[in-house]
């Protein structure tokens, strides 16, 4: 009596373990569920009661891999158990084996299935069918224009004289193009960018983008910048790993200032639709265009790690990453090489279908390696800012955009100390 005591309760607490996990599945806790069956496949292999709840909550968990294998158990068990193939459709489907998705779908429509797993097969079937009928290339763009106010359009100190140490405490005035200068703009953008499959997992990416900031008063500050990427990016299931190049060139009052080039890289996993995390790095070099300049030439390497957070069925967004990196002076830079070390934050919430609040702000120390010679200090740098403003939406493809934004960079070195307000009003029309 003992004996059947105990397997009587074995065989309760399984049971109980598949009906937690399929209650887990149902309150969209798939990941849950699988850590909970997992442990016992080698044993409960065959059960197509067990394989089959183990292989929808890996698909339902974004391991479309691991679920097809466990679905083809179950339908070698029972070829006409209609909701392992049906799911078994969407797991291919997920791989971007489209042919085999629309094989096992139909299979699973033969067997005359209920109402809301027909409405699942027919929705994947049309998903099949659009993905077949698009343009192997995918291209996208925008134009932008506005104008605007920046307190600061030089990045200057509000000092004007300094004192220099190496010159016996000098007081000495600092020319107006080195002093905080403010200034109302026009600003213009516009970008593009394409995508082209190569396999199911594979894609080519590209972009281009121009911005500037023209200045109504002050020329010589003017801005022109031009950036362009290129790269392939792998997805599988919950990942994604993308890398490529990048290059620049940054024109100042109509003159080259500086060219970059380098190598960037980026590692994003899904956890389910609320929440996914990144892993990025770069290496970008900066050359100085006028030979004047070109002691501040330096390479730069940056890493770090995020995370997004969606809420509300998409509709409110959080987001922050933690970066961190050093510059490396090239050609004798006053201050010498830096190492980096920053924070940013940002979230965005839809407070009605076509308004949209977004909001962001960071901080980013900056420590060089080398005493300064003309201020007999090492430089320490400490930047904070902060940008707000609404997206408002006439129509899909236009967005008004009012914004604030603010900067405020302390630093040791006092014509290093700036800070800068700047209000404006764009117009964007996108093109898909």
Avoid: C
């Avoid at 016992?40 to 183990?54: C, P, W």
């Avoid at 809301?116 to 993905?131: C, D, F, W």
């Avoid at 014509?415 to 307000?421: P, Q």
């Amino acid at each position: 009596m003992i004996g059947l005591a105990v397997g009587s309760s074995i065989a309760r607490a399984e049971k109980l373990d598949l009906e937690l996990a399929r209650h887990w599945i149902v309150e969209g806790k798939a990941e849950e569920a699988y850590k909970l069956l997992e442990p016992f496949e080698l044993k409960q292999a065959g059960n197509t009661k067990f394989d089959y709840l183990l292989g929808l909550s890996a698909l339902n968990s974004g391991q479309a891999d691991k679920a097809s294998i466990i679905l083809e158990r179950v339908l070698e068990v029972d070829p006409l158990h209609a909701a392992a193939r049906v799911d078994l459709g969407r797991a291919y489907y997920q791989l971007g084996d489209l042919v085999r998705a629309r094989t096992e779908l139909t299979r699973a429509q033969s067997l005359n299935p209920p109402p809301t797993a027909q409405a699942t097969i027919n929705l994947y079937l049309q998903k099949i069918n659009e993905s077949e009928t698009k343009p192997a290339t995918q291209f996208s763009g925008y134009l932008e224009g506005g104008a605007g106010y920046n307190t600061n359009v030089n990045n200057s100190t509000s000092e004007s004289q300094v004192v220099v140490p190496v010159l016996l405490n000098t007081q000495l005035a600092l020319s107006s193009v080195n002093v905080k200068t403010g200034d109302s703009y026009l600003g213009f953008a516009a970008g593009g960018e394409f995508t082209h499959p190569i396999t199911s997992a594979w894609t080519l990416y590209g972009g281009v983008d121009m911005r500037s900031r023209n200045d109504l008063k002050y020329h010589s500050f003017d801005i022109l910048a031009l950036d362009a990427n290129f790269g392939a990016s792998y997805n599988l299931n919950a990942e994604q790993i993308k890398g490529g190049v990048v290059t620049g060139q940054f024109n100042l009052g109509g003159i080259p200032n500086h060219k970059s080039d380098g190598l960037n890289a980026q590692w994003t996993h899904t956890y389910n639709a609320a929440n996914q995390s990144v892993l990025f790095g770069q290496y970008v070099r900066y050359k100085f265009s006028d030979a004047l300049l070109a002691s501040n030439n330096f390479n730069q390497m940056i890493a770090g790690v995020g995370w997004l957070h969606a809420a509300g069925n998409g509709r409110t967004s959080f987001s922050g990453s933690l970066f961190g990196g050093n510059e490396q002076d090239t050609n004798f830079r006053i201050d010498g090489g830096k190492s980096i070390l920053g924070l940013r934050l940002s979230g965005q919430s839809m407070l009605r279908d076509n308004l949209e609040i977004f909001m962001s702000g960071g901080f980013q120390s900056g420590k060089y390696d080398q005493t300064n010679s003309s201020f007999l200090v090492v430089r320490d740098d400490r930047q904070i800012d902060f940008n707000a403003g609404l997206n408002y939406h006439p129509s899909p493809n236009w967005i008004v955009r009012p914004q604030i934004s603010f900067i405020q960079n302390h630093s040791n070195i006092i014509i290093n100390e700036y800070n800068e307000a700047d209000i404006s009003l764009t117009l964007r029309r996108n093109f898909n």
